[in-house]
C-alpha cells in the first residue's frame, strides 16, 4: 500500500470547506494507473477500456480520456454521461446483460458496437439492426473473484453464453448477416497474481479460434490492487510477459494478425485515486465493544455491507494536542438505521475523540458509483486534486430539494417546496 496523497492540513481545510461526507480523487494517481495499463503490452496490438461502472464522474472520465483510454458502458446512462465527457463513439463498448429493446436500441442508434450477453440478446439485436457488427460475451467454465458476489464467468453467473453453443452464435449471425467483430469476457473481479488472468485469457484465446476474423478479443477486467497494509501489488510486468508470450502463440495461427487484444480493467485504474472523509460524532461502549460512529452510513460507501470489504482507515486528528498513540480496537460505524451499517469492523487505530476526520482509503471504484439515498441521506460531494494540488469540486452534495426533484407533486406542495 502506498503512502496517503493526502496530507492531514488538507483533510482538515475540505472538510471545513466542503463538509462530510467527501469523496476526495487525486489526479495524479489516477493518471499513473492509466498509463500502467495503456503501456501494459507496448509490443502488441493492445487497448485498454476502462470499466466506467467504477466511478463515472464526468470529470474522472475526462482524465481517462486524456490518457487515450477507451471505455465500457453498461447502461444508456453510461453511455449519455461518456458522450457528454467526450468519447466519441468509436471508443464506446456497450456490455450490457438482460436489457431491453429499447435500451439496445439506444446504442445502436448512436453507432457504438455492443456486445450481446445471450442467443435471445442476440435475435433481439439481429432483429434490430440487422446485417449490424456486432460483439459476444462468453462463458468460460470457470470464474474468479474476492467474493461469491463479483464471481462474473463460470457455472453460477448470469453473464455470458456458455461455451457449447458457439454453434448457434453462429446461426443467428447467419440469419441476421451479422458480422461478428470481436468477443470479450470478464473472470471477476481483484485478482492480485497473474494466474487467474493468464488462464482465463487461454481460455478465451481457444474460443476465439473458432471466430476467424476477429477484429478484437477482450479479456475484461478484475486487475486488483491491494487493499490492506501486507498485500503486495500485482506484478504487472509478469502480467505483461505471460499475456504476450499467449498472444505472440495465438497469433502465429490466427488469420487476423492485426487483431486487437483488449483489457477492461475499472478498479485497478480508479480505486486508489479516491479517499472518502467523514466526521466521528459519537465515541461510545457497548458490552465491551467501543464503536466510533461517523456520517460514513452504508448509503455513501457499500462495498464493505455488500461484499464483507476491507478499507484501509487513518485517522485525523481534529486536536493535535490531544493526540493518544495508545491503540484501540473500534467497530467504525454510520448513521444508517441497520445493524449492519459498518465501514470497518474490529480495527485496531490509534485513539479517535469526537470530531476526528475518518479516512477511508482506496474508495474511488466502486464509492460514490454505489451510494444511495437511503434513509433519505444525501450523497456527498465529491472534489478533484489536480496536477497542480489545487483542489476543484467536480460534484455538489445534495440538497434536501434534489430528493423530491422527480416526485409529481400537486400544487399545494409545489407551493411550499418554492417557500
Not at 12 to 34: H, I, M, N, S
Not at 165 to 182: M, T
Not at 312 to 335: F, M, R, W
Request: with cysteine; aromatic share 10%.
Amino acid at each position: 500500500m502506498e503512502e496517503m496523497w493526502l496530507t492531514d492540513e488538507e483533510i482538515f481545510e475540505l472538510t471545513e470547506q466542503f463538509g462530510t461526507p467527501l469523496y476526495v480523487y487525486d489526479e495524479k494517481t489516477l493518471r499513473k494507473r492509466c498509463q500502467e495499463l495503456h503501456n501494459l503490452l507496448p509490443n502488441k496490438n493492445f487497448r485498454v477500456s476502462y470499466s466506467a461502472k467504477a466511478n463515472s464522474n464526468v470529470e474522472f472520465l475526462k482524465i481517462v480520456k486524456d490518457e487515450d483510454i477507451d471505455v465500457d458502458a453498461m447502461s444508456p446512462g453510461e453511455i449519455y454521461t461518456q458522450q457528454l465527457a467526450g468519447f466519441p463513439k468509436e471508443r464506446i463498448f456497450f456490455i450490457p446483460n438482460n436489457v431491453s429493446s429499447e435500451e439496445m436500441k439506444y446504442a445502436i442508434d448512436r453507432g457504438i458496437l455492443v456486445s450481446v450477453d445471450s442467443l435471445s440478446q442476440m435475435k433481439m439485436y439481429g432483429q434490430l439492426n440487422p446485417g449490424g457488427k456486432v460483439a459476444v460475451r462468453c462463458n468460460p467454465s470457470t470464474g474468479t473473484g474476492h467474493h461469491e458476489k463479483v464471481v462474473t464467468a463460470g457455472k453460477k453467473t448470469k453473464f455470458g453464453i456458455q461455451t457449447k453453443y458457439v454453434d448457434d452464435v453462429k446461426k443467428i449471425a447467419a440469419e441476421y448477416k451479422l458480422n461478428i467483430v470481436g468477443i470479450n469476457q470478464h473472470l471477476g473481479s481483484l485478482f492480485l497474481t497473474p494466474e487467474p488472468y493468464v488462464a482465463g485469457a487461454k481460455e478465451l484465446l481457444d474460443i476465439a479460434k473458432q471466430f476467424p476474423g476477429l477484429k478484437f478479443i477482450d479479456f475484461g477486467g478484475g486487475f486488483g490492487m491491494p487493499y490492506k497494509e501486507n498485500e503486495g501489488r500485482l506484478d504487472l510486468k509478469k502480467l505483461s510477459a505471460e499475456l504476450d508470450k499467449l498472444f505472440t502463440e495465438f497469433l502465429a495461427d490466427y488469420d487476423n494478425k492485426n487483431v486487437i487484444f483488449q483489457a477492461e480493467p475499472g478498479r485497478y485504474i480508479a480505486a486508489e485515486c479516491g479517499i472518502l472523509l467523514g466526521t466521528v460524532h459519537t465515541i461510545k461502549d457497548n458490552y465491551d465493544t467501543e464503536y466510533v460512529g461517523t456520517d460514513l452510513g452504508f448509503n455513501v460507501l457499500k462495498r464493505p455491507v455488500m461484499y464483507d470489504s476491507y478499507h484501509s482507515i487513518h485517522v485525523a486528528k481534529k486536536d493535535t494536542k490531544a493526540k493518544d498513540n495508545t491503540k484501540h480496537t473500534y467497530n467504525i460505524v454510520g448513521n444508517i438505521c441497520e445493524s449492519g451499517d459498518i465501514i470497518a469492523k474490529q480495527r485496531e487505530l490509534p485513539h479517535i475523540d469526537e470530531n476526528d476526520i475518518i479516512a477511508v482509503r482506496d474508495a474511488g471504484a466502486y464509492g460514490f458509483a454505489m451510494s444511495s439515498n437511503y434513509n433519505c441521506r444525501l450523497r456527498p460531494a465529491e472534489v478533484l486534486k489536480e496536477l497542480s494540488g489545487a483542489f476543484r469540486l467536480i460534484r455538489r452534495r445534495e440538497t434536501f430539494e434534489d430528493l423530491v426533484e422527480c416526485y409529481v407533486l400537486d400544487t399545494e406542495q409545489k407551493n411550499k417546496k418554492r417557500a
